[in-house]
């Protein structure tokens, strides 16, 4: 089913115990763009991803991919519609190569992630492809090394490339950028770039330059609501914007 947007949830709210960590929040991913949810700290952003998701299930309201509402699905199978993520904590295999994760990744795309019993000549099968995609996100020097010893922005990179490795329609990345230097946030800001030419990305960020230099839509949220949408000029210059982020009236 071919709709304009990509994602969309309708009175999105999820309560712990009486407290409302997201609340009716009306969200709308168009196909084929960079879509950011920012805030301040606690405003619920990670809390939407792990709803969209289904590591959290919601209190109330629908989520819609593709036109099809998959609220009452299980994560495995959300993710088998293209719907993947990465997350705040580098998640590699710390002592595999960087070729082993995204085989890893490839094996769990063919349905053969849990045969251990395999000798290791039947996965190189998969090296090729998984050379390419460390290629395409320029980690092809990086491939016989573990990836417990490769720099951090690096590291977040082949979280990218193992995603890539499940052919997402819809990639949530949550916080892609944090915790690096200069450097490396220019390199994963064009690798970001670079792979959402053909598919769509979601993506949780506080640097802001980052939102202003890739995002299509943003989406401001607040104490788990929606505080504004729109282009980054527009939202930039929303005096209630700079009053979330700072505590003061523009």
Not at 37 to 64: D, S
Request: hydrophobic letters at 40%.
């Amino acid at each position: 089913m071919s709709t304009e947007f990509i994602l969309e949830t309708r009175g999105l709210t999820k309560e712990f115990k009486g407290f409302a960590a997201v609340q009716d929040v009306n969200l709308k991913i168009l196909r084929g763009s960079i879509h950011a949810l920012i805030g301040p700290n606690g405003a619920g952003k990670t809390t939407v991803f792990n709803l969209l998701t289904k590591f959290l299930q919601p209190t109330r309201g629908q989520i819609l991919f593709d036109g099809q509402d998959i609220s009452r699905e299980e994560p495995a199978q959300i993710a088998r519609r293209g719907v993947i993520r990465s997350f705040q904590i580098s998640a590699t295999f710390g002592h595999m190569t960087a070729l082993e994760n995204v085989r890893v990744a490839l094996q769990r795309r063919l349905g053969t992630s849990f045969h251990f019993w395999r000798h290791e000549r039947t996965l190189r099968q998969l090296d090729d492809e998984a050379m390419a995609l460390l290629d395409q996100v320029d980690l092809g020097s990086y491939a016989r090394t573990l990836a417990v010893e490769m720099p951090y922005g690096r590291k977040r990179a082949l979280e990218i490339a193992t995603t890539l490795a499940l052919d997402p329609q819809l990639m949530l990345l949550d916080e892609p950028t944090q915790g690096m230097g200069h450097e490396d946030v220019d390199r994963v800001a064009e690798l970001i770039k670079k792979v959402a030419a053909s598919r769509t990305v979601a993506m949780v960020e506080h640097n802001l330059s980052v939102v202003e230099k890739l995002c299509d839509r943003i989406t401001v949220l607040q104490r788990g609501q929606i505080l504004t949408e729109g282009p980054y000029a527009e939202v930039s210059k929303d005096p209630r914007v700079l009053e979330a982020y700072v505590g003061v009236a523009a």
